[in-house]
């Protein structure tokens, strides 16, 4: 299994990364991505993928972490940050309307277009975080700025929103949303998910799944998301493991664990 995105660069996990790292080993999640979300823990991501072979990084500014005054050298960073071998992908980059930031929706939509730019001349894929925003992502994608690969990761929609982001190519990341009994609505979209559109993630230390929701998640949450997913399809764990580990690597082009 491939933990499509997680924090592991954040200091939720200052103190016992190591712990975790072998647990993960041991319950099956293989791989790992480490998602920045401004350039200190995108550096952090980096340094992580650099000194473990199973972690890899992604690089980006998440919509509320970005600062104008300093955008473009903050930018200059990203491409650095991207060019380095250790960074997969770039992201997580997107649209965020909830009250956590001061942006206007059209610097949102800027600073989010000055990334994809830099993941297309680096032919990187892009992760996309949509908070609040997902009408405003498919005029943002009608528009013909997405990239060519990229993905909706802890997807939060129905089935009409589903089917319009499949439409337009984008891969989905599946995250332990779909355990929480009031997302109903999410779960019966992703029983409609293409087995090859799917992947796994966490987002920890957010989002811990089930029962488990309120404490510190780790990247073996994922075998929850990946348990109530093969419910969801009516088919077995091994086979949204298998499935979903191909389109993880696939996708960020990971070394072969199959
Ligand atoms: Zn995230």
């Given at each position: 299994m491939i933990d499509s995105h997680c924090h592991l660069n954040l200091s939720q996990f200052d103190t016992d990364l190591s712990v975790i790292l072998v647990r993960m080993q041991e319950k099956g999640v293989r791989q790992a991505i480490v998602v920045g979300v401004d350039g200190k823990s995108s550096e952090r991501a980096l340094k992580l993928a650099a000194k473990y072979d199973n972690l890899f990084a992604a690089c980006g500014f998440h919509p509320t972490e970005i600062q104008t005054k300093t955008w473009s050298q903050d930018l200059l960073l990203?491409?650095?940050?991207?060019?380095?071998t250790d960074c997969v992908a770039v992201g997580e980059v997107g649209l965020d309307f909830s009250n956590e930031h001061n942006l206007s929706v059209d610097e949102q939509l800027n600073y989010l277009k000055n990334q994809i730019d830099v993941a297309k001349k680096l032919n990187k894929p892009v992760i996309f975080h949509l908070r609040r925003a997902n009408d405003a992502f498919i005029e943002f994608a009608k528009s013909g700025h997405l990239p060519k690969k990229?993905?909706?990761?802890?997807f939060e929609g129905d089935h009409s929103f589903l089917k319009r982001i499949l439409d337009f190519g984008l891969m989905v990341s599946?995250?332990?949303l779909i355990t929480y009994p009031?997302?109903?609505?999410?779960?019966e979209a992703a029983a409609f998910l293409p087995?090859?559109?799917?992947?796994?993630?966490?987002?920890?230390?957010f989002l811990a799944p089930g029962n488990l929701r309120g404490t510190r998640n780790d990247p073996t949450g994922a075998i929850y998301v990946a348990t109530e997913l093969a419910k969801l399809w009516q088919t077995s764990l091994d086979h949204v493991d298998k499935i979903t580990t191909i389109n993880s690597m696939k996708f960020f082009n990971l070394p072969d664990i199959i």
């Open positions: 990203l491409e650095r940050q991207v060019l380095s990229a993905v909706v990761h802890c599946l995250s332990g009031k997302n109903q609505f999410i779960r087995h090859d559109r799917a992947m796994i993630e966490t987002d920890s230390p």
